[in-house]
Structure formats: C-alpha cells, structure tokens
Nanobody
C-alpha cells in the first residue's frame, strides 16, 4: 500500500494546518494508523494514531491542539490547531500491519508502511 501525505506548509504560531494522507488501497483493519513527525536533529516520534482497539493515542505535546480523523477507508487527516514553532517537522503518515481490500480480496500485510512526508514549518 502507498501512502501520500499532503497539506504541509508554512504557518504562523497560533495558526492551523490540516494534513491529509491518502492510501492507494482501502484499509479495512490495522494495528495502528496515523501520524509521526521528525524534527531536524531529532528522532521520529508519534504524533497521533488510531489503534486497533478503536482508541486514539496522542503525544502529550499535541493533546488538545491536534485531532486525528478518518474520512473513509482510504484517508486519514490531522487537524493541527494552535501551532507552535516546536511543531516544525516533517510529518509522516504510517500504517502498521494493515488489512487491505484489493480487487474484492482481503489482503493482510505484516509490514509497516510510511508515506513520503510533508513539511510543516511554524514561525513565531
């Protein structure tokens, strides 16, 4: 499955951006599905994910400001409000162990997949 992230750009502190991730195939099930980010010189970190138990996990640093949502089986969004300069990073969508609908067949994959990343820059 291919993941295409979009929606990054430049925002002022306090502003908002909405990221979208489009999957090339319908994702019926997964272990986790969501967003990670990597700031310059730092390790990649979890931002917000859906879990297979139906819950959301958010990084403490984004709780109350970011919201993950899903339109359908192909698209997941990250609404980012009250942005801070420390939110500056490349944002990646990710799915772990997806089950896909491919030409009317269920395909369970044991791998982890990353999108190409979209850059978010927040200026003060």
């Amino acid at each position: 499955v291919q993941l295409q992230a979009s929606g990054g750009g430049l925002a002022l502190a306090g502003g908002s951006l909405r990221l979208s991730c489009a999957a090339s195939k319908s994702i019926l099930a997964f272990n986790t599905l969501g967003w990670y980010r990597q700031a310059p010189g730092k390790q990649r970190e979890l931002v917000a994910v859906f879990t297979n138990s139906g819950t959301h996990n958010y990084a403490d640093s984004v709780k109350g400001r970011f919201t993950i949502s899903r339109d359908n089986r192909n698209t997941v969004h990250l609404q980012m409000n009250r942005l801070k300069p420390e939110d500056t990073a490349v944002y990646y969508c990710h799915v772990d162990k997806p089950t896909l609908l491919d030409n009317d067949h269920y395909v369970a994959l044991g791998d982890s997949f990353w999108g190409q990343g979209t850059l978010v820059t927040v200026s003060s």
